[in-house]
């Protein structure tokens, strides 16, 4: 076996162990926030896990999360984009794990982009041909060209959370600066 498919099975299999129940935060808190939807249109949801709370756009819809692996989830209908929360326990390490991971979802990466926020939060942005495949444990997978994925990793006092979303990249770019708000909006309590 080759190393890159060695540190591939290594990477999915530390990811499963991360996700065992007892990894996951005891209570995800949503509420309306009523200073918020005062200043708002359609008013705004307030987010809360762990030590921090984030503001949801107000297009944002929180549906049931479609694997066991994730969190949360959003469904944003204008675009047609769904955003994956994703805990994994306090392990630091799978922040760089994570994006080499979403880098290696791509074929081919037209642009990487990788930004620090003041208060520790981290912005990731790939574009390219995007590695689409049938199921996230599948091998084959068809070259889907034109693809883009945000990704936010929050920093918490009990460990990184993490949103994503990928998507053919005219719908991603329409949610862009969405997603940039929602990651400027992160305060820890």
Known sequence: MNMKKYLALMVVALLFSS????NRPEKVEMKSSEKEQKTTDKGSNILKLADFTMTLPASWNKVEPS????????ETPAT???????????????????????????????????????D???FVKI??????????MAQEYTEAPGYKTLAAIIPSNKGPYFFKVVGEKENVDDMEE?????IESYSRN
């Open 19 to 22: 996700c065992a129940n007892n």
């Open 80 to 118: 047609k984009n769904n955003i994956a929360g994703f805990y994994f326990g306090e392990r630091e390490k799978m922040v760089d794990a994570n994006i080499e991971r979403w880098r290696g979802q791509f074929v081919d990466q037209k642009s990487f982009d990788r930004e620090k926020f003041d």
């Open 120 to 122: 520790g939060q981290i």
């Open 178 to 182: 969405e997603f940039i708000e929602f």
């Open 127 to 136: 574009s390219g041909v995007y590695k689409k495949k049938p199921n996230p």
């Open 67 to 74: 694997s066991k692996m994730r969190l949360l989830e959003f």
